[in-house]
Nanobody, 117 residues
Framework: QVQLVESGGGLVEPGGSLRLSCAAS????????MGWYRQAPGKQRELVAD???????NYADSAKGRFTISTENAKNTVYLQMNSLKPEDTAVYYC???????????WGQGTQVTVSS
């Protein structure tokens, strides 16, 4: 019944910006972490950023200073603002909603981000 719908991906030139959104449909409770992961072709999926229910943020070193994660709790939505994009940011981006009771991870379907000139 719970689904995560991602949007905002696309093609952008180096130095450009994109804002990814991930909205959870259906009832969801006891969220303790929301985050974004990405996977480039031939590479492992890696954490980009996450945010706890208390508002504490965590970023991969490659994202620090360029990306910002935020939430809109009333809509169970998580955003990733990406600025100063680089070609190495090219990947499929997946959102995550982790719930505590019972413990479970919900994943979005993925959205393609391509940074190229």
């Amino acid at each position: 019944q719970v689904q995560l719908v991602e949007s905002g991906g696309g093609l952008v030139e180096p130095g450009g910006s994109l804002r990814l959104s991930c909205a959870a449909s259906g009832s969801i409770f006891s969220i303790y972490v929301m985050g974004w992961y990405r996977q480039a072709p031939g590479k492992q999926r890696e954490l980009v950023a996450d945010i706890t229910s208390g508002g504490r943020t965590n970023y991969a070193d490659s994202a620090k200073g360029r990306f910002t994660i935020s939430t809109e709790n009333a809509k169970n939505t998580v955003y990733l603002q990406m600025n100063s994009l680089k070609p190495e940011d090219t990947a499929v981006y997946y959102c995550l909603v982790a719930v505590a009771r019972p413990r479970y991870d919900y994943w979005g379907q993925g959205t393609q981000v391509t940074v190229s000139s």
